[in-house]
């Protein structure tokens, strides 16, 4: 049975930092690719960043470029997001998704398989 495990939310203040992880269970996903999504109060949830979990490619928001990086660490079957100058509308629920495979495709949370339960980031202004 797949699990991801996030951690690392909290409470920040504006211009803070905060690392999340997620820590995956149940299979290797070294083969695909995992992102972080984020779901605001009364908004949809949104793409936030993803990593093809063989290359190291990245992709991300427009809204977290620059601020934002996510890493992997494969023999931990890990996923990292740092996240650097944070600012109030960052607040949110995040979420880890990993595909199957790796589709070719990552910015839509329908074209991923797995999911955490999310961790809250509250960001003080």
């Known amino acids: 049975q797949v699990q991801l495990v996030e951690s690392g939310g909290g409470l920040v203040q504006a211009g803070g930092s905060l690392r999340l992880s997620c820590a995956a269970s149940?299979?290797?996903?070294?083969?695909?690719?995992m992102g972080w999504f984020r779901q605001a109060p009364g908004k949809e949830r949104e793409f936030v960043a993803a990593i093809r979990l063989s290359v190291g490619s990245t992709y991300y928001a427009d809204s977290v470029e620059g601020r934002f990086t996510i890493s992997r660490d494969n023999a931990k079957n890990t996923v990292y997001l740092q996240m650097n100058s944070l600012k109030p509308e960052d607040t949110a629920v995040y979420s880890c998704?990993?595909?199957?495979?790796?589709?070719?495709?990552?910015?839509?949370?329908?074209?991923?398989?797995?999911w955490g339960q999310g961790t809250q980031v509250t960001v003080s202004s």
């Open positions: 998704a990993a595909q199957q495979i790796d589709r070719g495709t990552y910015y839509y949370r329908w074209v991923y398989d797995y």
């Open positions: 149940g299979r290797t996903f070294s083969n695909s690719a």
